[in-house]
């Protein structure tokens, strides 16, 4: 890998080299653990931990069913017969890592999908 140069200096001299800004605040240290999940472990009071854990588990949910929904598309698409590199459900199912029925499935799921949305 090449060695860093400095930029040239806009005047026509030789490159000028700067040293680097200084820092204005201390880094702050990482927690002993290192095991941090969204300051869920810094909550004391178990209401609020019930809520906030509660509302991320929701959002889990909900972006973990869409996530679905999208991998359905997919796997429709792939299929499609009009596509000149359609894939198999065999091949759809080792690239999802899902067993062959279960593509067929996906595969189903996601014309529906497609349908609804209608052209775009």
């Avoid at 026509?12 to 040293?19: A, K, L, N, T, V």
């Avoid at 792939?78 to 065999?90: E, G, I, Q």
């Amino acid at each position: 890998m090449p060695e860093p140069h400095s930029a040239p200096d806009p005047r026509g001299g030789s490159p000028r080299f700067r040293r680097p800004a200084p820092l204005l605040f201390e880094p702050a240290e990482k927690q002993g653990d290192g095991e941090q999940f969204f300051d869920l472990e810094a909550i004391s009071d178990p209401h609020e931990l019930l809520e906030r854990s509660t509302e991320l588990a929701l959002a889990f949910r909900a972006a973990a069913d869409r996530a679905v929904e999208f991998q359905a598309m997919a796997a429709a698409q792939l299929a499609d017969p009009k596509r000149f590199d359609k894939l198999s459900d065999a091949a759809i199912a080792e690239q999802g890592d899902w067993a062959e029925d279960y593509a067929r499935k996906m595969i189903e799921f996601g014309r529906e999908l497609l349908a609804d949305r209608g052209p775009e």
